[in-house]
């Protein structure tokens, strides 16, 4: 079965589905790796989401929408990280996807949208092997670092990922 897939950037009327899709993303990829608590807040944060969206188009940033036979099923937002501890400017601070358009090489073509070939730094969460081995697979390298998510999360620790 073909499927077509699309990259086009959000627009201030994608916002919502596109936190609702964030938030679904995020039961499905960890739950077993979070707290419970922390995955269903997600739809509580929704309001939020869509808020730093509109403030990072509103910077003249871009949101990459992946749509899957028209539907918005991902996305990926880059940005730069001036903090003095950042290994290089550009980070990747958000990529998500539902599982039913994963494998098909949407994931791989919003990081080229978004970062192209640039160095480029993430977080991940450490116990999320799926994601580093994804992120690998285009480039990146686990550099050392680690640091805790927040203290919501209960302990939970994420890992920097760089690609120079």
């Known amino acids: 079965m073909a499927f077509a897939t699309t990259i086009r950037p959000a627009t201030p009327d994608d916002l919502e ?7 679904t993303a995020w039961r ?15 739809w509580e944060r929704i309001p939020r989401a869509i808020e730093l969206w509109q403030r990072a188009l509103d910077a003249g940033e871009t949101v990459w929408l992946g749509l899957l036979d028209g539907e918005i099923v991902g996305y990926a937002h880059a940005s730069v990280d001036s903090s003095p501890q950042a290994p290089v400017p550009l980070e990747l601070v958000g990529l998500y996807l539902l599982r039913r358009a994963q494998g098909l090489g949407l994931g791989k073509a919003l990081v080229r949208t978004a970062v192209g070939d640039a160095a480029c730094h ?4 450490e116990s999320n092997e799926r994601a580093i081995g994804f992120y690998r697979s285009v480039g990146f390298e686990l550099d050392g670092a680690r640091q805790e998510v927040a ?3 209960e302990g ?5 990922m760089v690609r120079h």
């Open 156 to 160: 939970v620790l994420q890992a920097r």
């Open 151 to 153: 203290p919501v999360f």
């Open 17 to 23: 589905a596109l936190a609702q899709v964030r938030a």
């Open 28 to 42: 499905e990829a960890y739950t077993g790796l979070l707290p419970e608590a922390v995955i269903a807040a997600q």
């Open 122 to 125: 993430l977080w991940v969460v």
